[in-house]
């Protein structure tokens, strides 16, 4: 029976409580230190921000999209990048928007398009919780597939062809950079730049990413860690930065066609 | 002389024997609350490699505040799931304090998580504080399960605010305690924005589960023990109110009937919440100690009429049902370290002094009852106790005011000097809470360590 100080019991709580938050968030750096060492002295985003997108050309790749599919919570819709008659990408250019879905759309698309590119046909599972989404995308998918018949051919063509001139100087040990398409998200596009040296990514950076309200520590939160990622793997094969599931996402796919073009 | 003393020893050893202290658990629970945050701010620490400004600070301390929150939330409730270990071992009324204490702060995170959050959505919007209605009202419309959490966390409000002192007092009981229940409904609309929105649930699947597996514990603890438990209890015993008996004015006992009472696991000195099926009284459940040990056939509570329900009870009518739900309180012989115990009550406090009085084991002169009372007429149960103190060589003394309504000078050396031995003791108290702490640091000013003195107090 100790006598309660219901005062300083409130004052106490509140100050350490307080206290505990701030110590917590001043011991956070402002920016993530083990990505801004491991990805070398990368130039500031900004500073290449406004180099023009070489989107123009898709060299190395076709693309056919898909029609567009309605689903009960909005539009579907598919784009396949095909090499010699092979998916080598599945994207939703679609997906529906708002409130809940914005959070299924984050949750399936990204595994449906890894599973068109497994499946290389519109058989893929389910993804449970965006049974309309996958759906849709199926249906997408499958229209799109129908297409690529008549549209394989001419890409294939144009993959080799222009896979031939982006390794122009062929062998050469001598660094050189890429830039991948701009890849759109949902927060604005992404566009990644490599440096190739020798068959390998020595540098990885960001040319384009999502700016303005949350997107801004979004971006400042995970393209670090996706240079890093992308240096480290040597492909576009790299994990998504938790809770930056859009940029990750987009990240991939440019990085993907920037390999495309340095023949990687 | 020889043989007295070695009777004496051998008397004690018996004694001894029986005595089994068990210590609360209330340490290595504290120690798992504490283990719980720390794992729920690392939570919060592994997924956030860097914050850039300021706007990401207030968005962290509401992702912190939220997290902290979403976890002591699960904990006020579970506090109130009727936990053997807690309330039998740490016992009811220091859980209560527990639950108000970490009600409230709980309920400041929520009040924080809310307006840094928001704050921080404005500033992201490039928009200023004074926003922050809209943008709070933007965000209950926009993101997934914001509705529900809105209302909860309206409902959360409005339960703190029954529950402040002034407001409470003025409430009736039972409305307090309705609008209290509402706790689940509020837990339950609040639980789903912490997983749908919440980035640390949506990143990390591990986090997801734990977070489910947490709110699953509670739930089943609280439907076991809340529901299930009392209701096996009741259809197994099936009480009635047997009489109703006036010890002194103002104060009544109420025997209650059943069937195989002593197989109810009650302990001298624990309490249940009953409710009488009676007009008036089936809505709400009340707390009186057992005032004397159970027996087979019957159990007996003694209770003051100082509100509304204790005084109806004496108009109970023998043969009304009565739902239990019990034991609690760990105002037990459990708590007992040393031979030589000292009972303290104040007023109606006497009742689980009474039946530990009855039941406490030790030789001639081990237990001794000090009971006080405004007058020798309030002194309820006299005639009982002085039985008991004959038969078993207890001692037992009362502490009046004297006839001019001058109050009982109960300091450490008249307690010394009635009981000289008294920091050998370990002593049970219960009484109003002024009684209690004014008691209390006779005791200590008395040389009774903190740890001997067992007490139960209801006030928060």
């Given at each position: 029976?100790r006598?309660?100080?219901?005062v300083?019991r ?5 100050a350490?409580t307080v206290?505990?938050v701030?110590?917590?968030l001043?011991?956070?750096?402002a920016?993530?230190?083990a990505?801004a060492?491991a990805?070398?002295?990368a130039?500031p985003?900004?500073a290449a921000g406004q ?7 898709r060299a190395?790749s ?5 029609d ?12 396949l990048?095909v ?8 994207e ?5 928007k708002g409130g809940l879905?914005?959070?299924k759309t984050?949750l399936a698309?990204?595994?449906?398009n890894?599973?068109?590119?497994a499946?290389?046909s519109?058989?893929i ?5 965006a ?8 249906k ?5 597939l ?9 890409s294939?063509g144009?993959a080799?062809?222009s896979?031939?001139?982006?390794s122009?100087?062929a062998?050469s040990?001598q660094?050189?950079?890429v830039?991948g398409q701009a890849?759109?998200?949902q927060?604005g596009?992404?566009?990644v730049r ?6 390998k990514?020595?540098k990885a950076?960001a040319?384009?990413a999502?700016k303005?309200?949350l997107s801004d520590q979004k971006?400042?939160l995970?393209i670090?860690?996706?240079n890093?990622a992308a240096v480290a793997?040597?492909?576009a094969?790299?994990d998504?930065?938790s809770g930056a599931?859009?940029?990750?996402t987009?990240?991939?796919?440019s ?7 340095a023949?990687? | 002389?020889?043989t ?7 008397a004690?050893r018996q ?5 089994r202290p068990?210590?609360?658990?209330a340490?290595?629970l504290l120690?798992a ?7 729920v701010?690392?939570?919060w620490?592994?997924?956030t490699p860097?914050?850039a400004?300021?706007?990401g ?11 902290l ?8 409730v579970?506090q109130m799931?009727r936990v053997?270990?807690l ?6 009324d220091?859980?209560?304090r ?5 009600g409230?702060y709980?309920?400041s995170?929520?009040v ?7 704050w921080?959505?404005a500033?992201?919007?490039g928009?200023s504080?004074?926003?922050?209605v809209?943008?709070?009202?933007d965000s209950?419309?926009q ?6 959490a809105?209302?909860g966390t ?6 703190g605010?029954?529950?402040i002192?002034?407001?409470?007092r003025r409430l009736?009981y039972d409305?307090?305690y ?8 509020a837990?339950?609309l ?5 997983i749908?929105?919440g980035?640390d649930?949506?990143?990390?699947p591990a ?6 597996g ?5 739930t089943?603890l609280v439907?076991?023990y809340r529901v299930?438990?009392?209701?096996r209890l009741?259809v197994?015993?099936r ?8 010890e ?6 109420v025997?209650i009937?059943?069937r195989?009472?002593?197989?109810m ?5 624990q309490?249940?919440?009953?409710r009488f099926?009676?007009?008036?009284m089936?809505?709400?459940s009340?707390?009186y100690?057992l005032s ?7 159990l007996r509570i003694t ?9 109806r009870l004496r ?8 739902w239990?739900?019990g ?12 031979g030589?115990?000292?009972?303290v009550?104040g007023?109606?406090?006497i ?5 530990l009085?009855?039941?406490l ?8 009852l000090?009971?006080r009372?405004?007058t020798t007429?309030?002194?309820?149960l006299?005639d009982?106790?002085s039985a008991?103190a004959e ?8 502490a009046?005011?004297s006839?001019?309504?001058?109050r009982?000078?109960?300091?450490a ?14 002593v ?5 809470p002024?009684f209690a702490?004014?008691v209390?640091e006779?005791?200590?000013g ?5 740890r001997?003195?067992h007490?139960?107090?209801f006030?928060?």
């Amino acid at each position: 029976m100790r006598k309660s100080h219901p005062v300083r019991r409130v004052v106490l709580a509140t100050a350490a409580t307080v206290s505990g938050v701030v110590l917590l968030l001043s011991l956070k750096p402002a920016s993530d230190p083990a990505a801004a060492s491991a990805a070398g002295a990368a130039p500031p985003v900004s500073a290449a921000g406004q180099e023009s997108p070489q989107g123009g050309a898709r060299a190395g790749s076709g693309t056919v999209t898909g029609d567009a599919e309605q689903t009960q919570y909005g539009a579907v819709q598919v784009r396949l990048t095909v090499s010699a008659g092979k998916i080598t990408k599945a994207e939703a250019v679609q997906a529906p928007k708002g409130g809940l879905s914005d959070q299924k759309t984050q949750l399936a698309v990204p595994r449906l398009n890894q599973a068109a590119v497994a499946a290389q046909s519109a058989r893929i599972d389910t993804v449970s919780g965006a049974t309309y989404t996958s759906d849709g995308y199926k249906k997408s998918l499958q229209s799109a597939l129908d297409k690529m018949k008549p549209a394989a051919s001419g890409s294939a063509g144009s993959a080799s062809g222009s896979s031939g001139s982006a390794s122009g100087p062929a062998g050469s040990a001598q660094a050189r950079t890429v830039t991948g398409q701009a890849a759109q998200t949902q927060y604005g596009p992404v566009q990644v730049r490599i440096t190739v040296s020798a068959g390998k990514i020595t540098k990885a950076e960001a040319v384009q990413a999502p700016k303005g309200g949350l997107s801004d520590q979004k971006t400042q939160l995970a393209i670090p860690k996706l240079n890093q990622a992308a240096v480290a793997a040597g492909s576009a094969d790299i994990d998504a930065v938790s809770g930056a599931t859009y940029t990750s996402t987009g990240y991939r796919q440019s990085l993907q066609s920037a390999l495309d073009q340095a023949g990687g | 002389m020889t043989t007295t003393l070695a009777g004496g020893r051998a008397a004690r050893r018996q004694t001894m024997r029986r005595i089994r202290p068990r210590r609360s658990p209330a340490v290595p629970l504290l120690l798992a609350v504490w283990a719980g945050a720390v794992a729920v701010l690392w939570l919060w620490w592994h997924n956030t490699p860097s914050i850039a400004d300021d706007t990401g600070r207030i968005l962290n301390a509401g992702r912190i505040t939220g997290l902290l929150a979403g976890y002591l939330m699960a904990l006020v409730v579970l506090q109130m799931a009727r936990v053997p270990a807690l309330e039998r071992r740490v016992g009811s009324d220091r859980v209560a304090r527990w639950h108000a204490m970490s009600g409230r702060y709980t309920l400041s995170l929520i009040v924080a998580h809310v307006f840094l959050t928001m704050w921080g959505y404005a500033r992201q919007a490039g928009k200023s504080l004074g926003d922050i209605v809209q943008q709070t009202i933007d965000s209950v419309e926009q993101l997934p399960d914001m509705g529900k959490a809105a209302i909860g966390t309206g409902l959360f409000v409005v339960i703190g605010l029954s529950s402040i002192g002034g407001i409470r007092r003025r409430l009736p009981y039972d409305a307090w305690y309705h609008v209290h229940l509402l706790t689940y409904a509020a837990v339950f609309l609040t639980f789903w924005h912490q997983i749908t929105t919440g980035n640390d649930f949506a990143v990390e699947p591990a986090a997801k589960t734990f977070w489910y597996g947490l709110y699953g514990a509670v739930t089943a603890l609280v439907v076991w023990y809340r529901v299930l438990t009392p209701i096996r209890l009741n259809v197994r015993h099936r009480m009635r109110v047997e009489a109703v008996v006036e010890e002194t004015p103002g104060i009544v006992s109420v025997l209650i009937g059943g069937r195989k009472l002593h197989r109810m696991g009650a302990e001298a000195g624990q309490f249940f919440r009953w409710r009488f099926l009676a007009p008036g009284m089936r809505f709400s459940s009340h707390p009186y100690s057992l005032s004397a040990a159970p027996r087979p056939g019957m159990l007996r509570i003694t209770v003051k009429a100082i509100g509304d329900h204790s005084t109806r009870l004496r108009e109970l009518t023998p043969g009304t049902r009565v739902w239990a739900e019990g034991p609690y309180g760990a105002l037990t012989a459990q708590r007992r370290s040393r031979g030589k115990v000292l009972l303290v009550a104040g007023g109606v406090g006497i009742t689980p002094m009474r039946a530990l009085f009855e039941t406490l084991p030790g030789a001639a002169g081990d237990i001794t009852l000090l009971y006080r009372a405004n007058t020798t007429q309030d002194l309820a149960l006299w005639d009982e106790l002085s039985a008991i103190a004959e038969e078993r060589g207890a001692r037992l003394m009362y502490a009046v005011n004297s006839p001019e309504g001058e109050r009982p000078d109960i300091s450490a050396e008249n307690l010394q000097r009635k009981v000289p031995d008294i920091d050998r003791h370990d002593v049970f108290m219960c009484g109003p809470p002024g009684f209690a702490q004014s008691v209390y640091e006779a005791l200590r000013g008395a040389g009774v360590p903190a740890r001997r003195i067992h007490h139960e107090s209801f006030e928060m």
